[in-house]
């Protein structure tokens, strides 16, 4: 195939991830979850773009680039790892997690930095030297610690979206197909230099499988842009989701409504929602209901999915605990009472449905 054809592809590509990626963080939503798969999408665009940089050979004409993409590469995954568990579990990442998530690219920086200070001369140098050989530290050190990087990310993503059940996830009927074939895709990316090699007596070649990969995405990429809005997503689009996907039920609105009610008495009288692994399998199983038929009921009638309408319980049971409290029991202990089994997912929520934290909260109630 041509070389100039295959540069022109590359290019495209790079182009068209980086304004995917521009546009999902400049979103006037402002979403958590849009902000770190911008960021995912804009740092990918960006090394495949160098990348093209490289392969073309026009790193020459512009040699102050060199390797600056490399600490970038580093904090792709971590960018979608942040993406993955906002948009699933709605829990905001803290300080020290980025700090954590950053530690490697960091090092990575420090470690190239004297390549980054390399005169004009003998940055060309570097260039047809060093930089497209197999047998250079940069490969030798780098695409190693890269590689075992996104591996351990990605097949972590690809067991959490796995699970069959996961009390933690935000929504009970969100779509985790297309994170699962995204995910897929990457790791398909990582794996292809061992079904291989990219370099051919050490000079960079192209690979039939990094490029087949990075077209599938950009395919993908495309589909779950138009499929499910995912830039401009907001918290209706599961509702709107799940109306459609019902709209074809046999259920009548006296069904749902007694079925809602046998909900409500269990959540309210019997207070399920004190069990922090309540899955809408045990509420079926309580309510003698098909997981099918509960999900629907609540989707249609609370308008809402079945964990949200669970934090939403465990929400009001925390602020009745507060407004008894008299510093007897940390905020902490009254979030795991209530049934959140995390910090992180009991201050979301709590934040969420109130518009506070939980100290916050006690500091306001205290004052009335």
């Excluded at 041509?2 to 991830?17: K, P, R, T």
């Excluded at 979403?31 to 790193?59: C, D, P, T």
């Amino acid at each position: 195939m041509n070389a100039n054809f295959l540069n022109a592809i590359l290019f495209f590509i790079s182009i068209f991830v980086s304004t995917v990626g521009i546009v999902a963080l400049t979103n006037g939503k402002k979403k958590q979850s849009n902000i770190y798969l911008g960021a995912f999408f804009l740092i990918l665009g960006i090394v495949a773009f160098f990348r093209f940089l490289e392969i073309s050979q026009l790193m020459l004409k512009v040699p102050y680039l060199m390797d600056l993409d490399f600490s970038l590469v580093f904090l792709m995954l971590p960018s979608y790892y942040f993406f993955v568990k906002t948009y699933l579990f709605g829990s905001k990442p803290t300080f020290k997690e980025h700090l954590l998530h950053s530690v490697l690219a960091g090092v990575v920086f420090a470690f190239l930095c004297p390549v980054y200070f390399l005169n004009h001369s003998d940055k060309i140098h570097y260039i047809l030297t060093e930089s497209t050989s197999s047998t250079s530290w940069r490969y030798q050190i780098l695409n190693p610690l890269y590689f075992f990087q996104s591996v351990c990310y990605l097949i972590y993503i690809l067991r959490v979206t796995l699970r069959k059940t996961n009390p933690n996830l935000r929504n009970s009927i969100i779509n985790l197909r297309w994170i699962r074939v995204l995910t897929s895709i990457l790791l398909l990316l990582q794996l292809s230099p061992l079904l291989m090699p990219l370099f051919v007596e050490g000079k960079l070649k192209y690979n039939f499988f990094p490029l087949a990969g990075l077209f599938i995405l950009l395919v993908l990429i495309v589909w779950m842009t138009r499929r499910f809005e995912l830039i401009n997503q907001n918290d209706d689009l599961v509702i709107d989701e799940a109306k459609t996907k019902y709209q074809n039920s046999k259920l009548t609105d006296s069904e749902i409504i007694k079925y809602a009610e046998q909900i409500s008495l269990q959540l309210n009288q019997n207070q399920l929602f004190l069990n922090q692994n309540l899955s809408l399998e045990i509420l079926s199983d309580k309510l003698n209901l098909s997981i099918r038929i509960l999900s629907e009921v609540i989707n249609r009638h609370f308008s809402c999915t079945f964990y949200e309408l669970v934090n939403m319980y465990r929400v009001e049971y925390c602020k009745t605990l507060l407004l008894q409290n008299n510093n007897l029991i940390t905020i902490e202990a009254i979030g795991q009472n209530a049934g959140f089994n995390s910090r992180a997912t009991f201050y979301s929520n709590f934040k969420k449905h109130t518009g506070l934290t939980p100290s916050n909260y006690a500091k306001k109630i205290r004052t009335t």
